[in-house]
């Protein structure tokens, strides 16, 4: 059992980020909103977003019924052998997930949708006044997220006292965020790309001209997309961390209390720590945005070290080695986010080289942007991999499954201050929308240069949060691949039969599991870019025809407006149309080779998609991010700037790379980590029932 004291640091933690939250989020609401057009467009985005939340999670809701009815029946093990109880709590924690990952979504929606007006009208002030509303309206949903997080896997916990409980509801998390980072990734690329060629390929009009039909559904996709689909994504992420650390902790014979105890400290620290920072961001009158957030990132880091290292020192059991695994998945987490800064600000010589590139056309667009893209993985990558071996070596004088729940710790410090992460990512998306509105509601060029600032703020650290949440998937995984190394090691022990002690890849069949979880990603990747190139051709069919048809929109005539909700139900019906079917292909793959293969054909498959997904995410996240700084380089009055042919070619690039970086990119992560858990959930039937 965790010492109540333990619990009590984390309820305390909790409640004054709620505090926290509700007040920024009233901050945020008593600032000046009256522009009439503004709120007007700003409407449309809320109601299109929940309209679209609403279709998304009834679907959802059907498919985690339908998943919870499974568990209950065979999870932990088969209903029928008398455990009733077991597989109650785990359908129940499963469905708890699900619900704390939908809220956290919406509570996401509603502040980014009250905050962007309110930003966009700030800018008229100045960048000091706007970036402080935008970064104050991110930050309620990244502490909010945490707070709930916490609260579940602490809830889940103490009801139960069985970590493996946990799994379940890490699936519950990582399930729903699966289904709504896919929807909301396809949904928001679909208009963004229409959006694009649409209007500023085709008929050179601004990126926000309200005579574009798809402009509205663009503001509402960021806020589905990037909004509550990341929110989704990383409060999984950080479950996800927790409960294979909790999972790994009960084996540890004589530590367990001790371990399960630094995961809750330390993920309070966190919280903490991201409570200081947010409260700590500043910028100065004419300052630099992106420098203002990795500034409070930074401040965010240096208090959680200093206060973990207080608490190691003090509360006894704590040890040295675990607090040292913890703090450098932490800074390898900063040093990740440091190498995608490099390769996608635009401040910087790589976005600079891709913009320079466009001068000759759309195919070196592509092709610059995608080799900087590869090589951009590989720092992160090497990241990974050293905190994982760092993490592990560290830990292995204290036993084998020490270093495991190192490296498992290694993701807790990774993810420590995810509060601020998340508070940054959905900064991107707020002050995104405030750029849209600023030009809709006719606030001047200064105020669009000014939104125009936050947003190229927002599109680089958005790729830094985005190789923030991989790299921190990675090393999930990797303690999640320890969990299930646990679980099939308790059924194996109950029956009797030799333990495994890992996965050797010249066993063919842990090969054959290793090339078929390799290849997973890329089709699951491919099945969400189709997606939206379908729906973004049925769209731009669309904005032609209201071009063509209604008399006055092109020339953009007084009193003409276009039709924004016939473009809003198409990204709609398309989005929920492709949502379900990538998510059920990597779940029913795992299923399968488990019962061809074994708990070895499993141990591979997961090697295999650990190493192909993180790869892939990386570079598409990186990519993404670079193409888009490339555009709007050149839109800042480089390389020709606006109109010229290497803004057209740069415009073609940042289409390419839209649904790699907030469609395929960032769900890979969360693809990675479900079939982990499907992995660790269905181990005993692995064991009892497969093939070879």
Same mark, same amino acid.
């Given at each position: 059992m965790v010492p109540s004291f333990i619990y009590a640091i984390c309820f305390l933690a909790i409640i004054v980020a709620f505090a926290f939250a509700a007040y920024l989020y009233l901050w945020v609401k008593q600032q000046k909103a009256v522009n009439k057009e503004i709120l007007r467009v700003s409407r449309l985005i809320k109601d299109g977003a929940n309209t679209f939340m609403a279709r998304e999670y009834k679907i959802l809701t059907i498919f985690a019924g339908v998943a919870a009815i499974i568990i209950f029946l065979i999870l932990p093990q088969p209903i029928w052998q008398g455990k009733f109880l077991d597989n109650l709590s785990m359908a129940l924690a499963y469905i708890a997930g699900t619900i704390l990952s939908a809220i956290a979504g919406k509570i996401g929606i509603l502040v980014a949708t009250l905050a962007n007006a309110r930003t966009a009208e700030a800018a008229e002030k100045g960048i000091k006044p706007a970036f402080l509303v935008g970064f104050r309206g991110g930050a309620v949903m990244g502490l909010a997220v945490v707070g709930f997080c916490l609260l579940g896997v602490m809830a889940v916990l103490m009801i139960t006292s069985d970590a493996s409980i946990l799994l379940g509801f890490s699936f519950g998390a990582s399930s729903l965020a699966l289904f709504a980072k896919a929807g909301g990734g396809?949904?928001?690329?679909?208009?963004?790309? +229409?959006?694009?060629?649409? =209007?500023?390929?085709?008929?050179?009009?601004?990126?926000?001209?309200?005579?574009?039909?798809?402009?509205? &559904?663009?503001?509402?996709?960021?806020?589905?997309?990037?909004?509550?689909?990341? =929110?989704?994504?990383?409060?999984?992420?950080?479950?996800?961390?927790?409960?294979? %650390?909790?999972?790994?902790?009960? +084996?540890?014979?004589?530590?367990?209390?001790?371990? &399960?105890?630094?995961?809750?400290?330390?993920?309070?620290?966190?919280?903490? %720590?991201?409570?200081? =920072?947010?409260?700590?961001?500043?910028?100065?009158?004419?300052?630099?945005?992106?420098?203002?957030?990795? +500034?409070?990132?930074?401040?965010?880091?240096?208090?959680?070290?200093?206060?973990?290292?207080?608490?190691?020192?003090? $509360?006894?059991?704590?040890?040295?080695? $675990?607090?040292?695994?913890?703090?450098?998945?932490?800074?390898?987490?900063?040093?990740?986010?440091?190498?995608?800064?490099?390769?996608?600000?635009?401040?910087?010589? $790589?976005?600079?080289?891709?913009?320079?590139?466009?001068?000759?056309g759309s195919a070196f667009t592509v092709l610059s942007g995608v080799s900087y893209g590869f090589i951009s993985a590989l720092p992160a990558m090497i990241g990974i991999a050293v905190s994982a071996l760092v993490a592990y070596k560290l830990c292995e004088p204290m036993g084998t499954t020490y270093a495991l729940f190192g490296i498992a710790m290694a993701a807790v410090g990774m993810l420590s201050i995810v509060g601020m992460i998340i508070g940054n990512d959905a900064y991107g998306p707020i002050v995104d929308n405030a750029r849209g509105l600023a030009e809709m509601g006719g606030l001047g060029e200064e105020t669009i240069r000014i939104a125009d600032e936050l947003d190229s703020a927002g599109n680089t650290v958005k790729a830094v949060t985005k190789g923030f949440s991989i790299g921190a998937a990675g090393l999930t995984v990797i303690s999640l691949l320890g969990a299930y190394m646990s679980e099939v090691n308790a059924t194996l022990a109950s029956l009797g039969r030799e333990l495994i002690t890992g996965f050797d890849i010249m066993d063919p069949t842990v090969f054959f599991g290793v090339l078929i979880g390799a290849a997973v990603p890329a089709v699951f990747s491919a099945m969400l870019i189709l997606g939206v190139d379908k729906n973004a051709q049925r769209m731009v069919a669309e904005i032609h025809r209201q071009f063509r048809e209604i008399k006055g929109l092109k020339e953009g005539k007084p009193g003409v407006k276009a039709d924004y909700d016939k473009c809003i139900d198409i990204a709609t019906t398309g989005a929920l149309r492709e949502l379900i079917p990538a998510g059920a292909m990597a779940i029913l793959s795992t299923i399968i080779v488990g019962f061809i293969g074994g708990v070895l054909a499993i141990g591979g498959f997961l090697l295999g998609n650990i190493v192909s997904g993180l790869l892939l995410a990386l570079f598409m996240s990186n990519a993404g991010g670079l193409w888009d700084n490339s555009k709007k380089y050149i839109e800042a009055g480089n390389e020709g700037g606006k109109g010229s042919k290497a803004h057209k070619a740069a415009v073609t690039g940042d289409t390419v790379g839209d649904p790699f970086k907030d469609t395929a990119g960032p769900s890979i992560n969360t693809q990675i980590t479900v079939v982990s858990l499907v992995a660790s959930l269905l181990s005993s039937l692995f064991v009892a029932l497969s093939i070879f």
């Open positions: 396809i949904f928001t690329k679909t208009a963004d790309v +229409s959006a694009d060629l649409t =209007g500023k390929v085709e008929l050179g009009i601004p990126e926000d001209d309200p005579r574009n039909p798809a402009v509205i &559904a663009d503001n509402v996709g960021d806020n589905v997309g990037d909004v509550a689909g990341m =929110g989704a994504d990383l409060f999984d992420s950080n479950v996800a961390a927790m409960t294979s %650390a909790l999972v790994i902790s009960q +084996s540890l014979t004589g530590y367990e209390q001790a371990g &399960a105890s630094m995961v809750f400290c330390y993920s309070a620290l966190g919280l903490i %720590a991201s409570i200081l =920072g947010i409260a700590s961001a500043r910028i100065g009158k004419n300052g630099n945005p992106t420098k203002a957030l990795n +500034s409070s990132t930074y401040v965010t880091t240096g208090i959680f070290v200093l206060l973990s290292a207080l608490a190691t020192y003090l $509360i006894e059991g704590f040890d040295w080695r $675990i607090w040292g695994a913890s703090t450098v998945g932490l800074l390898v987490g900063v040093v990740i986010g440091l190498t995608t800064d490099y390769f996608t600000d635009d401040s910087k010589p $790589i976005v600079q080289k891709v913009a320079k590139a466009s001068q000759s």
